[in-house]
């Protein structure tokens, strides 16, 4: 190939063309991969749900998200797919939407055709509401299990305070 670019340069370079955009593709879908790879592990480890699809899935959904410029109104749709709502508690499910909008914020602008990059802006500015409205739905009062461990907190260090004058 590089002694037939020195012959004839004009016919060679649609190859190079080609060679580049692949180059370019693969690297964007390598990131896509990497945010959902990221992603699935944050899931497991902050909130132990695991995703419906395997990384590879996940980032197709991810993709598909971008490409088609999911904007406001399929913030939802997203989390669902990724993960099953009906389970988690109000406080998860305001992570879930934190990490989901984390992992859309990461992957590359260039994802995003050039007229729907405000339907980007959009679906990020939505999940950010959901997490918010699920952060704020969650009551102020303590529950039971919070009071029943602030007290046994309170027993552990009075008893330790005893402990430390009865040894000066």
Same mark, same amino acid.
């Given at each position: ?13 649609g ?24 992603l /699935?592990? $944050? %899931?497991? !480890? ?6 419906? =699809?395997?990384? @590879? *899935? ?18 939802s ?13 109000q ?23 050039q007229?729907?990059?405000?339907? /980007?802006? $959009? %679906?990020? !500015? ?6 918010? =409205?699920?952060? @704020? *739905? ?10 029943r ?20």
């Amino acid at each position: 190939m590089r002694s037939d670019l020195r012959n004839n340069p004009l016919r060679s370079i649609g190859r190079y063309w080609l060679t580049m955009a692949d180059s370019s593709a693969f690297t964007l879908v390598r990131s896509a991969i990497s945010a959902a790879t990221e992603l /699935r592990q $944050e %899931l497991a !480890d902050q909130t132990a749900l695991p995703t419906r =699809q395997s990384a @590879a *899935e996940l980032a197709v959904v991810l993709l598909t998200a971008a490409e088609s410029g999911w904007g406001r109104g399929k913030a939802s749709q997203l989390v669902s797919q990724i993960v099953d709502l009906s389970g988690p508690a109000q406080p998860m499910r305001g992570r879930i939407y934190m990490l989901v909008r984390d992992a859309m914020a990461t992957l590359p602008l260039v994802l995003w055709p050039q007229d729907k990059q405000a339907a /980007r802006r $959009e %679906l990020i !500015d939505e999940l950010t509401r959901q997490m918010n =409205q699920f952060q @704020a *739905e969650m009551t102020i009062h303590p529950s039971r299990d919070e009071l029943r461990e602030l007290l046994w907190r309170e027993a552990v260090a009075t008893l330790r305070k005893k402990e430390s004058r009865e040894r000066t």
